[in-house]
């Protein structure tokens, strides 16, 4: 079936530090995918999204690059701050799917 | 802009009471969803409609259910509340998924406690 499985947190950084968020996939056909961010206390928000292979999606310095060979969609971000503090989900959606389809989530702590 | 408000924000419930769970969306979307959230499981989709008078059921839909009488409310209902239930429900909504690459819109999540 579909899925998503994502790196296990925490990941713990210093402000400055350079971050990566391993996401790979297992989906039938060419699904959409997204990363979504959820801070303390509140609902997930959609950080970037990429829709086709070789698509790369990029949002307040995140970037991630849709990789049909790897099936993967690794999260970056070359200099993270305290406010990046956060959980990062990584979902997709297949082409012929309703619903989203959402991996574990991995929790971000950047420390100044 | 409102977006997606969930109300309540939290409640605590004993076992075997029930409860409705209230969604409200302006966005003029077809598509809602009922998501619960527990550590270490993400986000498992509960029920979810794609227009006015339609539901269906996702991933974890017993001891649920949902209506959708108007396309801007998609209602979560309890009828039986177990300390299994407990957890953090999220409402969401997008355009037709027909386009597979329509995000879908969080509300801010409603705390629920089964003691």
């Known amino acids: 079936g579909n899925s998503v499985t994502q790196m296990e947190g925490p990941v713990t950084l210093s402000e400055e530090a350079f971050l990566t968020i391993n996401c790979t996939y297992t989906?039938?056909?060419?699904?959409?995918l997204f990363w979504y961010v959820q801070y303390p206390g509140e609902g997930l928000q959609l950080l970037l999204k990429?829709?086709?292979?070789?698509d790369k999606g990029s949002n307040k310095g995140f970037e991630a690059t849709y990789r049909k060979e790897t099936t993967s969609f690794h999260l970056e971000k070359g200099s993270v701050q305290v406010s990046d503090s956060a959980v990062y989900f990584c979902a997709l959606r297949t082409e012929a799917g309703t619903a989203l389809i959402f991996g574990k989530g991995t929790t971000l702590s950047v420390s100044s | 802009n409102a977006g997606v408000t969930q109300t309540p924000k939290f409640r605590v419930l004993k076992t075997g009471q029930s409860m409705t769970l209230l969604c409200a969306q302006d966005?003029?979307?077809?598509?809602m969803y009922w998501y619960r959230q527990d550590p270490g499981m993400g986000l498992r989709l509960i029920h979810y409609s794609v227009g006015e008078g339609t539901t269906a059921k996702g991933e974890v839909p017993d001891g649920y259910n949902v209506s959708r009488l108007k396309k801007q409310n998609f209602l979560l209902g309890l009828e039986s509340a177990a300390p299994s239930q407990t957890s953090v429900y999220f409402c969401?909504?997008?355009?037709?998924?027909?386009?597979?690459?329509?995000?879908?819109?969080f509300g801010d999540g409603t705390r629920l406690s089964i003691l």
């Open positions: 989906a039938t056909g060419y699904p959409s």
């Open positions: 966005m003029n979307h077809e598509y």
């Open positions: 969401a909504s997008s355009y037709s998924s027909q386009i597979s690459n329509q995000p879908q819109h």
């Open positions: 990429a829709t086709k292979a070789d």
